[in-house]
């Protein structure tokens, strides 16, 4: 294998895991916990309703659109505010994420993997844009 099919197996397999499990995640909300409870739930951190429905669409629409590669880079992006927000709920009960109310571990890699695929964009095998919408998408966030 070359370095340049290297770099493009490994931008799609971090591409793929972290799409995976951001649409689980969403999904799990979506099915499991329901939006009546994960708006429950944001609202026992304080956060108001629009947090959650916010959160579970950012999960749901951008792990589809990591998975497929269609804006990569820009999806990566927009997915930090939400893996960032994990973190900091996260931040009070310890690193191991195996801790009671789970540790910071995993959110901390899931932003660490965010900004990875923020740099490295799709890889191979991915969708790579949508025409209709590629004249409002600046040039550095199409991969």
Not at 84 to 89: K, Y
Not at 131 to 136: A, K, S, T, Y
Request: charged share 10%; no cysteine; glycine share 12%.
């Amino acid at each position: 294998m070359t370095f340049e099919t290297n770099t493009n197996v490994g931008a799609t397999l971090a591409r793929l895991s972290l799409g995976v499990v951001l649409l689980a995640h969403g999904l799990l909300k979506l099915f499991v916990f329901t939006l009546p409870g994960t708006v429950a739930f944001f609202g026992s951190l304080d956060l108001p309703a629009i947090a959650a429905y916010l959160t579970v669409f950012a999960e749901v629409v951008g792990g589809v659109a990591i998975i497929a590669g269609l804006y990569t880079r820009l999806a990566a992006i927009l997915s930090l505010p939400v893996l960032i927000g994990s973190l900091w709920v996260h931040l009070g009960n310890g690193w191991l994420f195996s801790n009671e109310g789970g540790g910071w571990e995993f959110p901390a890699l899931l932003v660490a993997l965010a900004v990875v695929v923020a740099i490295q964009g799709g890889g191979a095998f991915a969708l790579r844009k949508l025409p209709v919408i590629d004249g409002f998408i600046p040039q550095a966030l199409k991969a």
